[in-house]
Each structure stands twice: as C-alpha cells, then as structure tokens.
C-alpha cells in the first residue's frame, strides 16, 4: 500500500502519527507525508529515520486563500506523480486545502478533523470556518471525528456522513507516558528546583488563550497570594498567531512570580509531567486532547473544563474535575481543594492508572489499519495484511 498523509506541520507527525507510520512501514507499507517542513517548536524527529519520505509543502495556518490555493496545487501534482493508494488528510488547515486539491483523478481521501473548528467558536470567525469546514468535509470519500460532539454537529451541518473514530482518538504513547518509582520522582522535581511539600499544578501545550492559558495563569496567581506551597509548572511555549489571553501586566506578574516553573518547549514532556501533582487544563477548543491522557496515563490527576474532549477523557470525582464553570474564581478554588487534599490527589492518581490502557495509542493504530486495509486496492491490502 502506499499511502500519502497530509499534516500541517511535522511537529504533529512527532506528536500523533508517528507510531502509525512506523507500524505500517515496518508491514511493508510505502508511507509519504505532505507537511511543512517549518520546525515551529525545534522539533527532533525526521520522518526518514523512520522509513517515511517527507515532501515539503508550505500548509498556511489560517484563512489565507491565495495560499491555501497554491499549496493545493502542489499538493495535487504530488498525487499525480506519486500515484498513492490512499490519501489521508488531519488538521482542518490540511483536510481544507486537501479538498481544494482533490479531483476525480485522486484515490479514495479520508479526512480526520482533530476537533471541528466551527463548532467550538461563535462570531463571523464561526460562520466562516463552518462554510470552510463543511464545505471541506462534502469533497472527501470519508469523513472521521473523534467525538460524538463533532460526530453530531459535522453531519448536521454539512449533510456528509461522518464516522466517530471508536475509543479516545489517537490515545497516546503508554510506553512513553508510563508511571515512575517514587524515588524518581523526586529525582525529577528535584531538577525542576521543586521541594519537599510542594505541590506543583501542570499546564502543558501551547500557551493560547482558547486552550486555558490565561484563565490557568489568573487562577493560579490569585491563589498563590494565600498559598505558599503551591506551583505552577509551564511546559510549552507561545504561539505566534494566537494570543495568550493576558495582559502585559499579567505576563509580567507571572514571569516575575516565584512560585512558576517555566520549562519550555520540551521534546521529554513525560519527565516534567510525571514531576507534578496535577494537570490543569481548561481549554473550550480541542478534539481529543492527548495532554490530558498523557497526565492520566502518569496518575496525575486532572482539572479541565466540561467542554467537547476534555469532558470525554477526565472523568469528573473519579480521576479529576470536570468544571462546568470555568471563572477565574470557580477554577482558583477548585486549585486551592485539590491542593489541600493529598488523599483525594491519592485516590484520583490510583484509578487513573487503574484504567491507562483506554488511552492506548495501539487501539488507534489496529482501527487505523482497518480501515486502510478495507479500503486500499485488494494486493496492496492483502500485503499489508499478511
């Protein structure tokens, strides 16, 4: 089978799709990969390391037209020489500008939407993505989503039939994010400068405004002011388009405080993460976020939002807290409960590791491989299947 996918940027190959592409190469499959070669966060990972052939296309972030054009052009004279099997586009940006390249000539085009943009905003920023998106979404021979949210509001919308992927998207990497020895621990929050008795709220991802960068950052220092324990560690790092929902002010207090850990992007997230008590992470945007099944898959207990995805993977009093009301002052005490109560941080951490196998990233691959197999031509499936 050879099989051409469609990201955005490489660091969501390094991210998502890598184990996928090193499943399928390894059984024999030709795997190619349309993205920007753009590393925005120092990504480490060539997909040539793992028998992938990268091909370099500029996908824009945003609602540029005159590029989103350009890059469908490139993207459709790739196709014509490569001559796939299959194409299979993720990402809105990279499934929009697939649907402006896709012709009658191509093979069968899957496209996955990681969290359906329309859905999650409101304005004439909504109206538009939802021409966008729905429009996108009619020129595919399939069309996945990764919750019953957008599953629902997808189909209703553009009238295509849409698929929910089964379990919890495209989980994670449990080998990777897997729990540490207490003595490890420690060792880690030792190099974080972390002490005894303190107990550290993690934030992890891109530091946006729309994925609860601001409102965990306000929450956080309005607590901090009663509560000298506490920590805030920061893994990630700005994002050049969107903003990060503070103030100049604000920035400048959270820089200036004490009491936050800055990390940075890191490529070993799994190391910080596994140094913290509790993940935070009130974002009204995502698909299916893998951050907080990461932190799950650690023990660390969760706080999120009651929004699309967030909602589907933190169960709330069983393994964190899933808040309906997401102020400043509703999110800064429930910071201020769970970081009182180290039994209820015990018992949370205790049954989120009692149920990491849900978010295996294997549950995705063999589904992947599914539906690639149904649908590739019947030598290439049967290769690929043997």
């Known amino acids: 089978m050879r099989l051409l996918l469609v990201i955005p940027k490489l660091v969501s190959y390094r991210s998502f799709l890598r184990e996928l592409c090193q499943s399928l190469a390894a059984e024999g499959a030709e795997i190619h990969i349309a993205c920007s070669r753009e590393k925005l966060w120092g990504e480490d990972v060539s997909p040539a390391e793992d028998g992938v052939q990268l091909h370099g296309i500029e996908f824009p972030r945003g609602m540029n037209p005159a590029r989103h054009v350009r890059a469908a052009r490139e993207l459709d004279r790739l196709v014509a020489a490569l001559e796939p099997d299959l194409v299979h586009a993720h990402f809105s940006a990279a499934i929009f500008t697939t649907a402006l390249a896709h012709t009658s000539r191509w093979p069968t085009t899957f496209a996955t939407f990681h969290g359906v943009s329309f859905l999650a905003m409101s304005g004439w920023k909504a109206a538009l993505l939802r021409v966008a998106e729905t429009w996108a979404a009619r020129q595919f021979d399939s069309v996945s989503v990764l919750t019953d949210d957008d599953r629902d509001g997808l189909q209703a919308a553009s009238d295509a039939v849409v ?19 207490a003595r490890t621990r420690e060792t880690l929050r030792t190099k974080l400068g972390i002490e005894s ?37 920061l893994i990630g790092s700005r994002d050049r388009l969107h903003p990060t929902g503070l103030s100049a002010a604000e920035e400048q207090a959270l820089k200036a405080s004490p009491q936050v ?20 992470f009130p ?22 939002a009651d929004t699309r995805g967030c909602r589907d993977v933190v169960r709330d009093g069983i393994d964190g807290l899933v808040l309906r009301d997401c102020a400043i002052e509703s999110l800064s005490a429930a910071m201020q ?28 691959i063999a589904v992947q491989k599914r539906i690639y197999e149904a649908a590739a031509p019947a030598p290439r499936a049967e290769a690929l299947s043997s």
């Open 163 to 181: 698929e929910r992927l089964p379990g919890f998207g495209l989980g994670c990497d449990l080998e990777k994010f897997a729990p540490v020895s």
């Open 197 to 233: 008795g303190q107990v550290v709220f993690a934030f992890v991802g891109r530091f946006t405004e729309f994925k609860g960068f601001g409102l965990t950052a306000r929450a956080f220092l309005q607590l901090a002011q009663t509560d000298p324990r506490v920590r805030l560690l």
């Open 261 to 280: 850990i800055a990390a940075g992007f890191r490529t070993d997230v799994e190391s910080c993460l596994a140094a913290a008590d509790v993940m935070v």
């Open 283 to 304: 974002s009204r945007r995502e698909g299916m976020p893998v951050c907080l099944m990461e932190a799950l898959a650690l023990g660390v207990p969760a706080i999120t």
């Open 337 to 364: 409960r769970v970081a009182g109560d180290e039994n209820l941080r015990r018992t949370w951490s205790t049954r989120a590791l009692a149920d990491r196998d849900r978010f295996s990233r294997e549950h995705f």
